[in-house]
């Protein structure tokens, strides 16, 4: 059955599976006693329990749905897999630094993105008990009870989720009333937008640039329950662009919200989306299925891949476990090989294939240097 075959219905419920199953795993290596972690080249932190739950995310929704997109943290992204009608947009664990400091504020988050639209989603933070899912023109619940944004239409005693130094800048150009933060402050992005979907808060408000999987599931959660979700210019979100990322959000009640556009919108953020690159500069980056400079010459191209011990990294994770694929003289032979391995790792984010080519040769026999 094609993408647009399917109803929204039954994305939601195979969405709501899958959370509920993502969710038990999570848990599952709590009660083993915590999962072990490790910092991202980006800095920020990972666990195994995270590329665990992307696994898992991956092997069902992809195999229910071949024909959808695939967009996901702990995935590299992929453009080409995103050229769908459809996408899966997958943020195993948000939250990650609650998981691994044992607070209940984190959640599993998955949602269906349509044409830039995020149009189905469920937002599962087991710890806490709460269960969210909406789709588009069905309403949000909480846990199977309906839920809704508030309507609160004053700024002073606003209920908002946002760092308190944000409120409290001096460069302010009209100083905020007194507002309510939430302190702590949920670490998850996808549960603070839930939780003002339910009414819990009022508005949550992010004045930074926030990746497509920790705004997806909450923003159709948040229209759904009656509000709305823009950047803090009052900009439609758009997701699954070149870049798969907001600058911003701002989340609330119907009432409420211009409110919060009117006092933010000024702010300079910049739009993600200038970092992608020119049309010109996509066309290099395409694999290069000849090599005319090489042609006839034999020039060494080998194939090979493993475990990672962090998918944003090239350190594998037990170089005795690499898998050479092969070696071959040239990039086309060398490409094809690399993608029928490459294939085979779907349901393993952090398995990678590469191909090394050799420029330059060194004789320990002779100390010569040979250059390709």
Not at 47 to 72: F, I, Q
Not at 86 to 97: A, E, H, K, N, S
Not at 100 to 127: F, H, K, N, R, S
Request: aromatic share 6%.
């Amino acid at each position: 059955m094609r993408a647009a075959e399917r109803t929204l219905e039954e994305d939601l419920t195979l969405l709501r599976r899958i959370a509920q199953e993502a969710g038990d795993l999570a848990m599952s290596y709590i009660h083993k006693g915590g999962a072990e972690a490790w910092n991202k080249t980006s800095g920020g932190p990972v666990t195994e329990a995270d590329l665990a739950v992307n696994r898992l995310c991956a092997k069902e929704l992809m195999g229910a749905r071949p024909d959808y997109g695939w967009l996901s943290e702990e995935t590299r992204d992929d453009p080409a897999a995103r050229q769908k009608s459809r996408v899966w947009v997958v943020d195993p664990i948000d939250g990650t630094r609650a998981y691994m400091d044992g607070t209940p504020d984190w959640c599993v988050g998955l949602a269906v993105v349509e044409e830039g639209e995020a149009v189905a989603g469920v937002i599962y933070a087991p710890a806490l008990g709460q269960f969210f899912d909406a789709r588009k023109g069905a309403g949000a619940r909480r846990n199977g009870e309906v839920i809704r944004t508030t309507q609160r239409a004053l700024e002073a005693g606003t209920r908002l989720i946002t760092n308190e130094g944000v409120v409290t800048h001096p460069a302010w150009r009209e100083r905020w009333p007194e507002v309510h933060l939430a302190r702590p402050k949920p670490n998850a992005t996808l549960l603070r937008l839930a939780l003002v979907a339910a009414g819990d808060w009022d508005a949550v408000m992010v004045l930074a640039e926030k990746a497509d999987w920790d705004l997806a599931a909450g923003t159709v959660m948040i229209t759904e329950a009656g509000g709305q979700a823009t950047t803090h210019a009052g900009e439609q979100l758009v997701f699954n662009q070149t870049v798969p990322a907001q600058r911003s959000v701002v989340a609330s009640g119907n009432a409420l919200h211009p409110l919060l556009v009117r006092r933010t919108g000024y702010v300079s953020i910049p739009d993600p989306q200038a970092r992608a690159p020119s049309p010109a500069a996509r066309e290099t980056t395409e694999p290069r299925k000849t090599m005319p400079e090489t042609a006839g010459k034999q020039l060494l191209h080998i194939v090979f891949g493993g475990e990672l011990k962090d998918v944003t990294s090239v350190e594998f994770e037990d170089l005795s476990k690499i898998d050479f694929v092969g070696a071959f003289p040239n990039y086309q032979a060398a490409y094809d090989a690399w993608k029928s391995a490459a294939q085979r790792t779907v349901d393993h984010a952090e398995t990678r294939y590469f191909i090394l080519h050799a420029h330059r040769l060194l004789d320990p026999a002779t100390g010569d240097t040979h250059h390709v």
